[in-house]
T-cell receptor, first 112, second 115 residues
Framework: QKEVEQNSGPLSVPEGAIASLNCTYSDRGSQSFFWYRQYSGKSPELIMSIYSNGDKEDGRFTAQLNKASQYVSLLIRDSQPSDSATYLCAVNRGGGADGLTFGKGTHLIIQP | GAVVSQHPSWVICKSGTSVKIECRSLDFQATTMFWYRQFPKQSLMLMATSNEGSKATYEQGVEKDKFLINHASLTLSTLTVTSAHPEDSSFYIC???????????FGEGSWLTVV
């Protein structure tokens, strides 16, 4: 049974601070890792994808992957109120032919 | 612009009727499409994988006779909820996986309410 675990929150962070979101997964065969942002009532939108151990930076976002610990995280620097949303961690075994296993999401609130 | 388009965005139907949701890949030919379901305050759950030219693969616990999937072409997959009941009310989302790649795009989602 593939599982992806996230702290549901809410996680409250002051505007301008760093928000840190964490995720663990159970399937050691997972090769691809994704962070999605989902606003209430909307479809998820891709924030970051990461496939190799280490850090990957894209603007204010940094994804971190540690396959040995089966752990993936997302850092959001200079948090903005518009970053307030639910962040979903998702994994799959790789390739466009494999569906995603999602965590339940972390509700992030950026306080102005 | 949108890569994946879903229609309708929302639909209300009577209990016992059937509802069809379309998912279209706009920018490329999709050999694989996925259907997810999301109940309020829950995460997305993969329902089935739709492969062009072959039968859909359903996840454990998903009734294939109730949720009919047809991957009619490389740009269109449809999900038909047959004999819908109130417990089928949910947010249905499709996604598209490109051949040979790891890119996964989501449609805008379809809200289904069964009354």
């Amino acid at each position: 049974q593939k599982e992806v675990e996230q702290n549901s929150g809410p996680l409250s962070v002051p505007e301008g601070a760093i928000a840190s979101l964490n995720c663990t997964y159970s399937d050691r065969g997972s090769q691809s890792f994704f962070w999605y942002r989902q606003y209430s009532g909307k479809s998820p939108e891709l924030i970051m994808s990461i496939y190799s151990n280490g850090d990957k930076e894209d603007g204010r976002f940094t994804a971190q992957l540690n396959k040995a610990s089966q752990y993936v995280s997302l850092l959001i620097r200079d948090s903005q109120p518009s970053d307030s949303a639910t962040y979903l961690c998702a994994v799959n075994r790789g390739g466009g032919a494999d569906g995603l296993t999602f965590g339940k999401g972390t509700h992030l609130i950026i306080q102005p | 612009g949108a890569v994946v388009s879903q229609h309708p965005s929302w639909v209300i139907c009577k209990s016992g009727t059937s509802v069809k949701i379309e998912c279209r890949s706009l920018d490329f030919q999709a050999t694989t499409m996925f259907w997810y379901r999301q109940f309020p305050k829950q995460s997305l759950m993969l329902m089935a994988t739709s492969n062009e030219g072959s039968k859909a693969t359903y996840e454990q616990g998903v009734e294939k006779d109730k949720f009919l999937i047809n991957h009619a072409s490389l740009t269109l997959s449809t999900l038909t909820v047959t004999s819908a009941h109130p417990e089928d009310s949910s947010f249905y989302i499709c996604s598209v996986g490109g051949k040979g790649g790891n890119t996964i795009y989501f449609g805008e989602g379809s809200w289904l309410t069964v009354v």
